[in-house]
C-alpha cells in the first residue's frame, strides 16, 4: 500500500478584510504516492486556489499541509522554493516554456537551478526528451514545435529533479482531442512505469473520467469524491446531496 504522499488538513484560504471570500472552505483530502487525480469543479469553485496550495505557490488562512508528513503549512519563501524545485513539477494550460532556449536547454534548467553540473543536467534532460518521444527535436526553440510537443517538453520538464508530484493547470486546455489524448497516454505510462503521482485541475470531463480519482470542489468546499472501481466510478455519499448536478463539472 502506498503511503500518503499529500495530506491537507482543514485547509481554507479567505480574501478580503471586510466581505469574506471562502476561496477554500475546511478542504480535508489525503493523496497518496503513485495516484492520478483530477480536480474539477466550476470557474471560481476553488480548483485553482487548491492546486496552489498543493504546488505550495500560496499559503493557508488556516489548515495544515503535510508533504511527505511534513508540515509545511507556513515554510519560508526560501523553503517552499526549494521543496516546488525538488518535491513538486508543474505543466500549465500554457506551457511557460523560454521561448530562447531550445527544449533541451528548458529541460535542463530546474536541474541546473538544483545545483547539477551541466553535464549532469544535459544526461537527465536527453533521458526525458527521448522518454516523451522528442530526442529528435532537442535542439528546437518552441516557435518551432508544435502545441503538443511544447507541452511533452513542460512534462518532460516537471520531471526533471524527479519530483514526488507533479501538478498540471488545464495541461490540455489549448489542445485539440486527438493531441490531448496523446498527453493523456503519456501521463499515464509515466504513472503507471515509474508510479509517479499525478494532481491535475481540469474542465476536460474525458481527461477526468480517465483518472483514478475525481475530487469535486462547489464554492470553495470538498463536495464529492469518486474513486475507480472495477466497474466505474463509485461515489462517497457526500456526492448525493453536495455541489451541482454535473459529475465532473
Known sequence: MNEDIIVLKNLSKIYGDGVEVRALDEVSVSIKAGE???IVGPSGSGKSTLLNMIGLLDTPTRGQIF???QDVSRASPEERARLRNQELGFVFQ???LI???SALENVMMPLLISGKSKAEARERALELLAAVGLEERMNNKPNQLS???NQR????RALANKPSIVIGDELTGNLDTKTSDLIY???RELNRKINQTFILVTHDNLLAEKTDRILRIVDGKLVCEMLRGD????ASESCETGGDDDKTK
Open 36 to 38: 492520478f487525480v483530477a
Open 231 to 234: 466497474s466505474g466510478f463509485v
Open 185 to 187: 497516454k503519456l501521463l
Open 153 to 156: 517538453v513542460a512534462v518532460a
Open 99 to 101: 521561448p530562447e532556449f
Open 94 to 96: 500554457y506551457h511557460h
Open 67 to 69: 508533504l511527505k508528513g
Open 147 to 149: 502545441g503538443g510537443q
